[in-house]
């Protein structure tokens, strides 16, 4: 969308929610800010109904502050816990059906690349394990085999946590949760190398415990997927309900497992992206 939408019309401002102005006079719209510079400008997210010390709610919040131009975005997101806090999310977003998220985002940024020749219009998926691994699978790697340009970021949470706790493809291997009590039989997914394989641009796996990394990688992505091809962020963001810590516990728990080896930070960028990011970051350090 253009800057001028989300304007306010010349004197509309007193009636107005202050909320929206101060969004609109102190957003990130329109302006070169990012995960350092929170706390000094209106974010485009700031109260959800996620539970207390929600990793999720952590990692959205950072991925939101890292988006390269949030004006022109459109998140398509699924079912979930991550789908409660989008109506609090000052973006365009839309809701899809369980799983089938990865599809209407490729529709859209068809869409939009014949609506908007020359405009950049970023499509990024924001989904849970279980619309990203398990029930959405199928179109997710449909996506990616077809070169769509757009981003899938998954929030991995390691459980189906808004629906009591059932294990997910990506609870890790012998995990006793609410409705797995006898324990996964079967490890992990290994998502980042399926991305890989099935032809992902840019792949990458963060957490928010390292907010300017994750930065980083989310626009990365992003731009990646402008003019390469499809990307992927896999973000570890343990649930403090189903995995039953406390509530302050989230990052200490992610840097635990990264120390056992059970969660690792990883990059694959493709020859092609490789060439493409070093030519933006090498004009971007030279502005």
């Keep these: 969308m253009s800057e001028s939408l989300f304007r306010i019309s010349p004197g509309f401002e007193e009636v107005m929610p202050v909320e929206y102005r101060e969004l609109v ?10 995960v350092s510079d929170l706390g000094t400008f209106k974010e485009l997210i700031e109260e959800h109904p996620l539970c207390a010390g929600c990793n999720m709610g952590l990692a959205l919040r950072l991925i939101l502050a890292s988006l390269p131009k949030p004006e022109d975005t459109v998140i398509v997101g699924s079912t979930g816990c991550s789908s409660l806090a989008f109506t609090q999310v000052a973006v365009h977003n839309i809701h899809s059906l369980f799983g089938n998220q990865n599809a209407v985002a490729s529709g859209l940024k068809r869409a939009l690349r014949l609506r908007f020749p020359d405009k950049v219009k970023d499509v990024v998926v924001i989904a849970g394990d279980g619309a990203t691994v398990d ?7 449909q996506s990616w085999f077809r070169r769509e340009r757009i981003t899938t970021i998954m929030l991995d949470n390691e459980v189906y946590a808004n629906t009591g706790g059932q294990e997910s ?7 006793v949760l609410n409705m797995a009590p ?16 099935a032809g992902c641009a840019y ?7 390292q907010p300017k990394r994750l930065e980083r990688m989310v626009r990365r992505a992003i731009l990646t997927a402008r003019e390469v091809g499809p990307t992927y962020v896999q973000i570890f963001c343990p649930c403090p309900t189903n995995f039953k810590f406390r509530p302050n516990e989230g990052l200490q728990k992610i840097k635990q497992r990264q120390k056992e080896g059970t969660f690792q930070v990883r990059e694959y960028v493709s020859p092609e992206a490789q060439a493409f990011l070093a030519e933006l970051e090498g004009a971007d350090h030279e502005k």
């Design 25 to 34: 006079t102190n957003g990130p719209c329109g302006r070169e800010v990012g």
């Design 169 to 175: 493809g990506m609870s890790p291997q012998g995990t």
């Design 182 to 197: 006898l324990g996964k039989r079967f490890p992990k997914v290994a998502l980042p190398e399926i991305a890989r394989e």
């Design 203 to 209: 792949v990458a796996t963060i957490s928010p415990a």
């Design 135 to 141: 029930i959405g699978l199928d179109m997710v790697m």
